[in-house]
C-alpha cells in the first residue's frame, strides 16, 4: 500500500502564488507516477498535472499549462505543484495522487490522499 499526505493549501488573493507537497510513505518503490487532482464546490474532480518517476514526462490540464509546474523529488518521495498567477477559479480541494502502473497515462492513478485545501480570493 501506499499512503499520500498533502500540505502547503491556504489562502491566497488573486494573482499569488502556493506550493503543494506531497509526501509518498509504504511501498514507494512501486510508485511509477504521481498527479495532482482538484474538486471545486459542487464539480466534479478534475485531473490537474501528473509526472512519470522514471523519464519526468509530465502532462497539465489545459486550463493550468503556464501558470502550475509539477515536479518531483524522488529521493524524498515527494511530488510538489507550484501554483502561480492563481486565479479565484483555481480555488479547491487538491488532492495527490499515485500510480504503480509502470505505463501511466498520468491521468488514471489508485492511491489517493485526503487533499488540502486551496482558497484563491478576489
Known amino acids: 500500500q501506499v499512503q499520500l499526505v498533502e500540505s502547503g493549501g491556504g489562502l491566497v488573493q488573486a494573482g499569488g502564488s502556493l506550493r503543494l507537497s506531497c509526501a509518498a510513505s509504504?511501498?514507494?518503490?512501486?510508485?511509477?507516477?504521481m498527479g495532482w487532482f482538484r474538486q471545486a464546490p459542487g464539480k466534479e474532480r478534475e485531473f490537474v498535472a501528473g509526472?512519470?518517476?522514471?523519464?519526468?514526462?509530465?502532462r497539465y490540464a489545459d486550463s493550468v499549462k503556464g501558470r502550475f509546474t509539477i515536479y518531483r523529488d524522488n529521493a524524498k518521495n515527494t511530488a510538489y505543484l507550484q501554483l502561480n498567477s492563481l486565479k479565484p477559479e483555481d480555488t479547491a480541494v487538491y488532492y495527490c495522487?499515485?500510480?504503480?502502473?509502470?505505463?501511466?497515462?498520468?491521468?488514471?492513478?489508485?492511491?489517493w490522499g485526503r487533499g488540502t485545501q486551496v482558497t484563491v480570493s478576489s
Open positions: 509504504g511501498r514507494t518503490f512501486s510508485i511509477y507516477a
Open positions: 509526472i512519470r518517476s522514471y523519464d519526468g514526462m509530465t
Open positions: 495522487a499515485a500510480d504503480d502502473n509502470y505505463y501511466s497515462n498520468l491521468v488514471s492513478y489508485n492511491y
